[in-house]
Nanobody, 124 residues
C-alpha cells in the first residue's frame, strides 16, 4: 500500500496553470515537511517547494512568484499551484514526505516517502 498518491499533471501551453495534488494515507506520529521535487530528462532531481509542519514554505528561485505550495491538514493533502508556466518547468514532479512513525513494537522511526510522479509538459 502506497503512502502518497499524486494527481493533476498534464500538458499546458506556456503561461498556463496547473495544480498538483498529493494525498497521504495512513497514520504517522509527526510530519516534519512535505514538498515537491521535479526531474527533467538528463537532469538531477531538484526540490521545487516544501512546507514544514509549522507552515513555513520554501521555494527554489526559479519558481518564486509563480508557484504556491499549500496543505489541507484535515485531508492529509498537499498542493502545488503552478502559474505562468514555462517550457523549462517541463519535468516529472514527485511529492515527498518526511516524518516519523511508531513501529509495531512501539519505537519511533524517521521515514521518507515518495509519490509515484506525474508528468508536467509545458509546450506550444
Amino acid at each position: 500500500q502506497v503512502r502518497l498518491v499524486q494527481s493533476g499533471g498534464g500538458l499546458v501551453q506556456p503561461g498556463g496553470s496547473l495544480r498538483l495534488s498529493c494525498a497521504a494515507s495512513g497514520s504517522v506520529f509527526s510530519v516534519y515537511a512535505m514538498g515537491w521535487y521535479r526531474q527533467a530528462p538528463g537532469k538531477q532531481r531538484e526540490l521545487v517547494a516544501d512546507i514544514t509542519g509549522g507552515g513555513r514554505t520554501n521555494y527554489t528561485d526559479s519558481v518564486k512568484g509563480r508557484f504556491t505550495i499549500s496543505r489541507d491538514n484535515a485531508k492529509n493533502t498537499v498542493y502545488l499551484q503552478m502559474n505562468s508556466l514555462k517550457p523549462e518547468d517541463t519535468a516529472v514532479y514527485f511529492c515527498h514526505e518526511h516524518g516519523a512513525y511508531y513501529s509495531d513494537y512501539g519505537d519511533l522511526h524517521d521515514f521518507a516517502s515518495w509519490g509515484q510522479g506525474t508528468q508536467v509538459t509545458v509546450s506550444s
